[in-house]
């Protein structure tokens, strides 16, 4: 079994984690970093520690009142993309260890298409 990170847990709830294939499983939000862990394979797990953390990027449809999914994006190994069914509340719970001001949307689908059109008309 794995060892947590975390010494107070402040949510549990399941969720998917995608790397490379959708992994389930649930994931814990604590007082000492953001941990998932597979519900079938133990030896599947991520722990990022709240001081790695970088930027936390939600994607909002519908004005808010859907986010699919959310990624967190680290110093030093990348992006992880994960989707619960209440990602508010998860959003809400990272709030309280990650700035405000390192919580962003991502970009829309018409916000990417409008760049790639930019990109391919500029001069350069």
Same mark, same amino acid.
């Given at each position: 079994?794995?060892?947590?990170?975390? &010494?107070?847990?402040?949510? /549990? %709830?399941?969720?998917?984690?995608? &790397?490379?294939?959708?992994?389930?499983?649930?994931? %814990?939000?604590?007082?000492?970093?953001?941990?998932?862990?597979?519900?079938?394979?133990?030896?599947?797990?991520?722990? /990022?520690?709240?001081?790695?953390?970088?930027?936390?990027?939600?994607? *909002?449809?519908?004005?808010?009142?859907?986010?699919?999914?959310?990624?967190?994006?680290?110093?030093?190994?990348? &992006?992880? &993309?994960?989707?619960?069914?209440?990602?508010?509340?998860?959003?809400?719970? *990272?709030?309280?260890? *990650?700035?405000?001001?390192? %919580? *962003?949307?991502?970009?829309?689908?018409?916000?990417?298409?409008?760049?790639?059109?930019?990109?391919?008309?500029?001069?350069?």
């Amino acid at each position: 079994m794995v060892q947590s990170l975390n &010494t107070k847990v402040d949510l /549990i %709830m399941d969720a998917t984690a995608f &790397t490379g294939l959708a992994d389930y499983g649930k994931i %814990m939000i604590g007082d000492k970093g953001f941990e998932f862990y597979n519900s079938r394979d133990s030896r599947k797990y991520i722990q /990022i520690p709240w001081k790695e953390v970088d930027y936390v990027i939600a994607s *909002v449809l519908l004005k808010g009142k859907w986010i699919p999914r959310y990624a967190i994006k680290t110093k030093k190994n990348g &992006t992880y &993309t994960f989707a619960s069914k209440e990602a508010k509340k998860v959003l809400r719970a *990272v709030r309280k260890y *990650v700035d405000p001001n390192h %919580m *962003v949307q991502s970009l829309s689908f018409f916000d990417v298409v409008k760049r790639g059109v930019q990109s391919k008309f500029k001069k350069g």
